[in-house]
């Protein structure tokens, strides 16, 4: 069945380090992807999606790539802030956008 | 603004007790799910609903039941709640039907961190 794999954390940075948290996907057809961001305390925000192979999403300064040949989607972001201190799920939806996977999420801390 | 809202943020309950999560949401969603998040685990599907009066199982649906009498609200139900069910519980919908922006994406609540004693 459909499945994400992402980087297991926690992963702490120092503020304007570049980040990167590898994501990949096991799906049938042609899936949706997305990375969603949790701040403490709150439930899941959308940060940022592709929904065909070779789209890159990007918001807030972070990018991802679907691609296709590898069945990655890597999340990145060139310099860091304490702010971005979250957890990040990877996750995929299938084609009729009514099943989504998440992947365990990975944890992120920027230092001052 | 688009809204999926839990009705407890924490809740604390004792073992065997029939415990009621409650989700609503106001963006005429058709497909509505419930989620526990555990460390180490991510999110883990419980029951989801394509329509009113609809449910499905998830991935880990022991112990658990829904109730969808309406299309706005989704209830997730313990029917006998024990300590391995102390979890955070997250509410999500999505639309089912076209569209290039709103399709494929899913609106979470807040959440409920439960706590069984």
């Known amino acids: 069945g459909d499945s994400v794999t992402q980087m297991e954390g926690p992963v702490t940075l120092s503020e304007e380090a570049f980040l990167t948290i590898n994501c990949t996907y096991t799906?049938?057809?042609?899936?949706?992807l997305f990375w969603y961001v949790q701040y403490p305390g709150e439930g899941l925000q959308l940060l940022l999606k592709?929904?065909?192979?070779?789209d890159k999403g990007s918001n807030k300064g972070f990018e991802a790539t679907y691609r296709k040949e590898t069945t990655s989607f890597h999340l990145e972001k060139g310099s860091v802030q304490v702010s971005d201190s979250a957890v990040y799920f990877c996750?995929?939806?299938?084609?009729?956008?009514?099943?989504?996977?998440f992947g365990t999420g990975t944890s992120l801390t920027v230092i001052p | 603004d688009v809204k999926v809202t839990q009705s407890s943020r924490y809740l604390v309950k004792r073992t065997g007790e029939k415990v009621f999560l409650e989700c609503v949401q106001d963006?005429?969603?058709?497909?509505m799910f419930w989620y526990r998040q555990d460390p180490g685990l991510g999110l883990r599907l419980i029951y989801f609903?394509?329509?009113?009066?609809?449910?499905e199982k998830g991935d880990i649906p022991e112990g658990y039941s829904v109730s969808r009498e309406k299309k706005e609200r989704f209830s997730l139900i313990l029917e006998s709640a024990s300590t391995n069910q102390t979890s955070m519980y997250l509410c999500?919908?999505?639309?089912?039907?076209?569209?290039?922006?709103?399709?494929?994406?899913?609106?979470f609540g807040s959440g409920t961190q439960l706590s069984v004693l």
């Open positions: 999500a919908s999505s639309s089912r039907y076209l569209s290039t922006h709103v399709k494929e994406k899913l609106f």
């Open positions: 799906a049938t057809g042609y899936p949706s």
């Open positions: 592709a929904t065909k192979a070779d």
């Open positions: 996750a995929l939806s299938d084609r009729h956008g009514n099943q989504f996977y």
């Open positions: 963006m005429d969603h058709e497909n």
């Open positions: 609903s394509y329509d009113v009066k609809m449910k």
